[in-house]
């Protein structure tokens, strides 16, 4: 059975920087295109950010472009986000999600699109 486990939010002051990770236990991780979501309170959960199978292809959203980077390391099972100037816009629970692809270079945007989901860490930017 997939697992997802994120860790590494927390609250950090506008202009800093805060990596996020996700742990992929269950089956081989080099098999599943992953993404980043996040969902700030009252607000639908976004897309955020998405790596293939491969690594070859990322996709950001555009508001994080230049500033978040996406990279997994499949030796270690882990996909990283890593945050730099970050802004009280940026507030919100961060979600790695994943989806089984025999295509290594599939992103996806959408949440529908991945069926395997972690439980969620908070990043709180403060002004």
């Known amino acids: 059975q997939v697992q997802l486990a994120e860790s590494g939010g927390g609250l950090v002051q506008a202009g800093g920087s805060l990596r996020v990770s996700c742990v992929l236990s269950g089956d081989t991780f080099s098999m599943y295109a992953m993404g980043w979501f996040r969902q700030a309170p009252g607000k639908e959960r976004e897309f955020v950010a998405a790596?293939?199978?491969?690594?070859?292809?990322?996709e950001y959203v555009d508001s994080v472009k230049g500033r978040f980077t996406i990279s997994r390391d499949d030796a270690k099972n882990t996909m990283y986000l890593q945050m730099d100037s970050l802004k009280p816009e940026d507030t919100a629970v961060y979600y790695c999600?994943?989806?089984?692809?025999?295509?290594?270079?599939?992103?996806?945007?959408?949440?529908?699109?991945?069926?395997?989901w972690g439980q969620g860490t908070q990043v709180t930017v403060s002004s």
């Open positions: 790596i293939s199978g491969s690594g070859r292809r990322i």
């Open positions: 999600a994943a989806r089984y692809s025999f295509l290594s270079t599939y992103t996806g945007r959408r949440p529908g699109e991945y069926p395997y």
